[in-house]
């Protein structure tokens, strides 16, 4: 008879999380659900890329088109990245505390620097846009700033997410074991 495969466990369990490193609240958490450890981030962090891509994206078109409908979209969008953003820096300390809890490498400095201009910078358009409804109906140099700014989300966004990568798919010179980026 043929019984299903068991599910794989865990890469870090419950009992390796070192004490002290969490809040006590969260390494209870944890520990009682080991899962969590090595999920949370990997899972989250789409979320802002996502919503940022599809901002810009719907912008562009309703310049392209002239559709207000996306251009509503488009802060829908924003602020969805908006939202989920600090959700994804705060899951990715959490992993980075785990995962790596020695002294933070270049790469942690990179991601961390860049979430926090990706977080003023969208958090500068949102309140832009809705204080500034028509930013983009009558294209201005505003406009254009105000499109640059859009468009640097997507572009902050693959660069954290490069560095991002290279914890878990390290370029390595042959032979040497170091990074090379």
């Given at each position: 008879?043929?019984h299903?495969?068991?599910?794989?466990?865990?890469?870090?369990?419950?009992?390796?999380?070192?004490?002290?490193?969490?809040?006590?609240?969260?390494?209870?958490?944890?520990?009682?659900?080991?899962?969590?450890?090595?999920?949370?981030?990997?899972?989250?962090?789409h979320?802002?890329?996502?919503?940022?891509y599809?901002?810009?994206?719907?912008?562009l078109?309703?310049?392209?088109?002239g559709?207000?409908?996306?251009?509503?979209?488009a802060?829908?969008?924003?602020?969805?990245?908006?939202?989920?953003?600090?959700?994804?820096m705060?899951?990715?300390?959490?992993?980075?505390?785990l995962?790596?809890?020695?002294e933070?490498?270049?790469?942690?400095?990179?991601e961390?620097?860049?979430?926090?201009?990706?977080?003023?910078?969208?958090l500068?358009?949102?309140?832009w846009?809705?204080?500034?409804?028509?930013?983009?109906?009558?294209?201005t140099?505003?406009?254009?700033?105000?499109?640059?700014?859009?468009?640097?989300?997507?572009?902050?966004?693959?660069?954290?997410?490069?560095?991002?990568?290279?914890?878990?798919?390290?370029l390595?010179?042959e032979?040497?074991?170091?990074?090379?980026?």
């Amino acid at each position: 008879m043929n019984h299903p495969p068991q599910r794989p466990k865990p890469a870090v369990q419950a009992a390796s999380i070192p004490a002290g490193v969490l809040p006590g609240p969260l390494e209870r958490l944890l520990k009682k659900y080991p899962g969590l450890v090595r999920h949370p981030h990997a899972f989250v962090v789409h979320f802002p890329i996502v919503f940022f891509y599809s901002a810009a994206f719907c912008d562009l078109v309703y310049l392209a088109t002239g559709l207000t409908s996306l251009e509503t979209s488009a802060l829908h969008f924003l602020a969805a990245g908006l939202v989920s953003l600090p959700f994804s820096m705060l899951t990715g300390q959490i992993s980075r505390r785990l995962s790596y809890p020695q002294e933070p490498d270049q790469t942690f400095h990179i991601e961390i620097f860049y979430s926090r201009l990706m977080l003023i910078l969208s958090l500068a358009a949102f309140v832009w846009r809705w204080l500034t409804p028509r930013i983009l109906l009558t294209f201005t140099w505003l406009s254009l700033v105000y499109l640059l700014i859009i468009l640097a989300l997507p572009a902050l966004a693959t660069y954290i997410s490069f560095f991002g990568g290279l914890l878990t798919f390290p370029l390595e010179k042959e032979g040497d074991g170091q990074r090379n980026f």
